[in-house]
């Protein structure tokens, strides 16, 4: 039997997957520069994959593009975070539900927890969690849900990313992780939804505490990962410190 010969990534795809890698693992920093110059000889390309690569970027939300400033990788603020996991809360548990009731394989949940477990460091970590919650959702029997949860998963993996740096939790999300795939597998549909639930909402708790909405106080960020405060035009420019946790 004869197999197809795998197809060979574009240049743009490499490029681009090789960015998004490197901002999700933290090696390029929230504000830090994407020179196209720069990146187009680190990566032994011509800079029209390396702006087009960015321009993907920029439309998944980890680039920002300026006029004057060229292109950066995103600042994490309050603001933005509240909006990708409020999206989060509103259809991952939901997702998680009907991967469950419909009987779904959660084989790839398991094997991506054990990759989170085994890590070596914060860059597999970060991505075999990743996989983990991919993995709940994917099987929801609905496509087009999959997709939506899909285009936030690169931004709420940078506001984690960014978390970790500052606050290094994931002993106890992986705790949570492991306590939402017991529920699972155990065919607990609605246990497993509201663990899952509890698990986000605590997560953008501790990211930022004191940041629930009416709170006179506003919010609060973190300064030293890019991670700023509030909101507004001069939000990025006057980051505000967070207590400590």
Excluded at 56 to 82: C, F, I, P, W
Excluded at 149 to 176: F, G, I, K, N, Y
């Amino acid at each position: 039997m004869t197999f197809a010969p795998t197809p060979i990534p574009s240049r743009t795809q490499f490029v681009l997957e090789a960015i998004k890698h490197a901002i999700l693992t933290a090696q390029l920093q929230p504000g830090q520069a994407l020179v196209e110059t720069e990146l187009a000889a680190q990566f032994g390309v011509s800079k029209t994959p390396v702006r087009e690569a960015l321009k993907t970027l920029a439309g998944t939300g980890l680039v920002v593009m300026s006029q004057y400033k060229g292109a950066t990788v995103r600042l994490v603020d309050a603001e933005m975070a509240r909006e990708v996991y409020d999206v989060r809360l509103l259809l991952e548990p939901e997702a998680l539900r009907r991967t469950i009731t419909g009987g779904a394989s959660l084989e790839a949940a398991q094997e991506a927890l054990e990759r989170a477990d085994s890590a070596a460091d914060k860059a597999d970590r970060s991505l075999a969690n990743r996989d983990f919650h991919r993995a709940l959702y994917l099987s929801c029997g609905n496509p087009l849900l999959g997709r939506m949860l899909d285009e936030v998963r690169d931004q709420a993996a940078l506001v984690s990313t960014v978390a970790w740096a500052a606050d290094p939790s994931w002993e106890r999300e992986a705790a949570e992780h492991r306590e939402i795939l017991r529920l699972a597998l155990a065919a607990d549909a609605a246990g497993a939804a509201a663990a899952l639930h509890d698990h986000i909402a605590s997560f953008l708790r501790r990211a930022f505490p004191g940041d629930e909405p009416g709170d006179p106080a506003g919010p609060t960020a973190r300064t030293d990962q890019g991670v700023t405060g509030g909101s507004g035009p001069d939000a990025r420019d006057s980051p505000r410190p967070v207590p400590a946790s």
